[in-house]
């Protein structure tokens, strides 16, 4: 078992920024055993989705187990849009045009199924040692993973107002901070950090030692930034 973990935040699309902060975390763990956790949402709203999941799927084939990518709330929404027309314009308003056009397709049922495939088998929620790792959160009140699966994916109150002790440190992503620095708090850490706002891409560095982070790695993106349109992350 790895003493050194990294988490990524939400990604949406910002492939060069992904380059960059996997480069940064090969550097930064120079040879040694390391897990890389990457909390969800990786398309929507920036411009190269494909390429985002592209880059995850190649380094997780080589990983060997180390490398664990979780579904997040846009990864949903996507395979809502594919397996139901009516959920599609919900989608399409949150970013899912930008995503169809990466991919070249023209609509959700034009996605790759092999995309689709696996995304459909990526797990909702992570556990090691000191952590749980989930794309949005938990509701508070009992200890330990929460059971429900739409909680995980989308859920922002009472998770972030709580100062609620799980049993184990969660490290999520699903709210921007619009501010560009991951929320590190005695229970939870956000380390999404608005990348397609405009903001750097963030990786949090975990080891034994210590449950919280220990250090933050970022990276920046050279595309222009997305507009929020609707205000729904």
């Keep these: 078992m790895s003493d050194l973990t990294y988490a990524i935040g939400d990604i949406h699309g910002c492939a060069d920024a992904l380059i960059r902060l996997l480069e940064r975390i090969d550097d930064h763990a120079r040879g040694r055993a390391a897990v890389i956790v990457c909390l969800g949402d990786y ?3 920036g411009p190269d989705s494909a390429g985002v999941i592209r880059i995850l799927r190649t380094r997780q084939a080589a990983s060997h187990g180390t490398m664990i990518c979780l579904r997040g709330n846009h990864e949903q929404m996507m395979l809502d849009a594919q397996r139901d027309v ?18 070249g397709a023209a609509d959700a049922g034009e996605l790759p199924d092999e995309v689709l495939t696996w995304i459909s088998a990526l797990p909702t929620v992570h556990e090691d040692a000191g952590r749980y790792y989930v794309h949005a959160g938990f509701r508070p009140g009992c200890r330990g993973i929460d059971p429900d699966v739409t909680a995980r994916l989308w859920i922002r ?17 699903h709210t921007p901070q619009r501010n560009g620095r991951p929320d590190a708090r005695s229970f939870r850490t956000n380390l999404d950090t608005a990348c397609v706002y405009g903001q750097a891409l963030t990786a949090g560095v ?3 030692a210590s449950s919280g982070p220990v250090e933050f790695l970022q990276a920046p ?3 222009p930034q997305m507009s929020d349109r609707t205000g729904r992350p």
């Design 43 to 45: 398309v929507d709203r």
């Design 157 to 173: 109150e009472p998770f972030l107002g709580s100062n609620y002790d799980f049993g184990k440190h969660v490290v999520h992503g």
């Design 206 to 208: 975990f080891t034994t």
């Design 86 to 103: 009516c959920d599609a314009p919900a989608w399409l308003a949150n970013g899912g045009i930008e995503t169809l056009r990466s991919f």
């Design 221 to 223: 993106r050279d595309t």
